[in-house]
């Protein structure tokens, strides 16, 4: 991933290769709430976490919806120096799926609220929802309980995507 190091421009990355040697997520549990992980992908099967959820269902395991869940667990989370594909940003975290099938409906705030509360319950440190959604108080009181109660009361990291099309960002 050239957004992970950039010799040739820099400034144009996070330059996260110098922090590996300092840490690299060992012990981290990142929950991606999101169309699902395919727990089975040569690049992620080894730092999926044995715990996920369904959102559309309310039960376990999670189900795979789409590839996008996928693609963000490999940015977070895809194992290094393994000759596969590429290197997430905290390559030896573990990764917990939490799927839906990301359609808006009456329903999908809630469905995600759902999401975020069972990835910070079943301990996940941070909780990623690469996905665009109305305001909505079921989905503040989530991200609000997620912030103070996570992590056994010292809050989870929530990471929130700005969007890809323009346009106003709710959250």
């Not at 992620?44 to 789409?66: C, F, H, M, R």
């Not at 799927?99 to 809630?110: A, C, D, Q, R």
């Not at 989530?142 to 809050?155: E, F, H, P, V, W």
């Amino acid at each position: 991933q050239w957004g992970l190091y950039n010799s040739e421009h820099e400034g144009y990355d996070i330059s996260v290769s110098p922090a590996w040697d300092y840490a690299t997520g060992r012990g981290v549990k990142i929950a991606i709430v999101d169309e699902g992980i395919e727990l089975t992908h040569s690049d992620l099967a080894a730092n999926i976490y044995n715990l996920s959820y369904d959102t559309e269902t309310g039960t376990s395991p999670s189900k795979v919806y789409g590839d996008h869940g996928t693609h963000c667990a490999g940015i977070a989370a895809a194992v290094r120096n393994n000759g596969r594909y590429i290197t997430g940003v905290a390559p030896d975290a573990k990764l917990m799926s939490v799927s839906n099938e990301l359609m808006s409906g009456s329903t999908f705030e809630s469905e995600m609220a759902d999401g975020i509360n069972w990835a910070w319950k079943n301990g996940a440190d941070i909780i990623s929802c690469s996905w665009r959604s109305n305001k909505s108080s079921i989905l503040e009181e989530a991200i609000d309980s997620a912030l103070t109660y996570g992590r056994n009361g010292k809050g989870c990291i929530i990471v929130k995507s700005a969007g890809n099309t323009g346009g106003a960002i709710t959250y």
